[in-house]
């Protein structure tokens, strides 16, 4: 008798938990976007504001692939993040989600995208960064900003996207909560005089930038500046003038600490950094961040 009680005591406990996860997995930590105006107040910089995280090309973790709704989505079980997420063409014109030219890195086919229809890669499987072989697919842009609406902020990288492109599939005004990425004053003129519903992210990591940023004529609460990977005393004053001005300042830690080999190596130094007061992260590994950008 006093077996079969702790064999029901067992199962139950296993089912108990089971469930705890499968409510956890469902409750997101959301960022709810409606309009440019939320979209200009969430990225306005304010003293003591919280760092925000930004997972870079969608955030990854063992099991999650890069890139992936799957990624982005258990991300936000852990804790409120953007994305920073690589739109690319495929040989029939369908703006996939890809950061490489070939497939062969983060899945289980071969051969560029640009030279593939969206049929054929929609046959592939993602692959986690460990390499493991997963069951998710490769998503199109259009189902990725449709999953992300009242959830998250998107920051879309270029990935040889015609800039008319950009401007045609937003100008409608139905994704309120994008962030276009610019590689160059000309690219952000560019959608500034055709998009009034979309933020920029700027790389301004110098005066000589900031002067040709102004020269655009773009008002200040329509960007966040790409200022390095580190914070560092060299764009100290640079910072408080954007600042002075509304602007975040963006952190990106791909290059640096990111590539640490272990976890607790970049939580050490992730630490380090939040002591610093940056506003904005970008990280290949935003769940790590959990409990600590307060």
Not at 170 to 196: Q, T
Not at 216 to 240: F, M, Q
Not at 254 to 274: G, S, V, W
Request: charged content about 30%; some cysteine.
């Amino acid at each position: 008798m006093k077996q079969s009680i702790e064999k029901i005591l067992l199962v139950c406990s296993i089912l108990l938990f089971f469930v705890i996860e499968v409510c956890a997995q469902k409750k997101l930590h959301t960022i709810r976007v409606r309009n440019m105006s939320e979209l200009q107040q969430f990225f306005h910089y304010e003293d003591g504001k919280p760092v925000i995280i930004s997972g870079h090309r969608g955030g990854m973790l063992p099991g999650y692939p890069e890139n992936s709704i799957e990624a982005m989505e258990k991300t936000l079980s852990l804790l409120p993040s953007f994305f920073e997420i690589d739109p690319r063409l495929t040989k029939d014109s369908v703006m996939i989600l890809m950061h490489d030219e070939d497939l062969k890195r983060t899945t289980n086919m071969k051969g560029k995208v640009s030279e593939l229809t969206y049929e054929q890669i929609s046959k592939a499987r993602l692959k986690d960064r460990q390499g493991n072989l997963t069951d998710f697919k490769v998503p199109t842009l259009k189902e990725v900003l449709d999953w992300g609406k009242d959830k998250t902020i998107f920051n879309l990288d270029n990935k040889k996207i015609p800039w008319s492109m950009y401007v045609d599939l937003l100008k409608s005004g139905d994704y309120p909560n994008i962030v276009l990425s610019v590689r160059s004053m000309e690219e952000a003129l560019y959608y500034y005089e055709r998009l009034d519903n979309v933020m920029f992210c700027v790389a301004i990591k110098s005066d000589a930038d900031l002067k040709a940023f102004q020269a655009t004529g773009i008002p200040y609460n329509r960007i966040i500046a790409y200022v390095g990977d580190a914070v560092s005393d060299k764009t100290r004053e640079l910072c408080d003038f954007l600042h002075r001005k509304g602007v975040m300042c963006f952190y990106s830690f791909p290059p640096t600490f990111d590539k640490l080999k272990t976890d607790e190596e970049r939580i050490r130094a992730y630490c380090a950094e939040l002591i610093k007061r940056p506003d904005i992260i970008e990280t290949d590994y935003p769940a790590l961040f959990a409990g600590l950008q307060q």
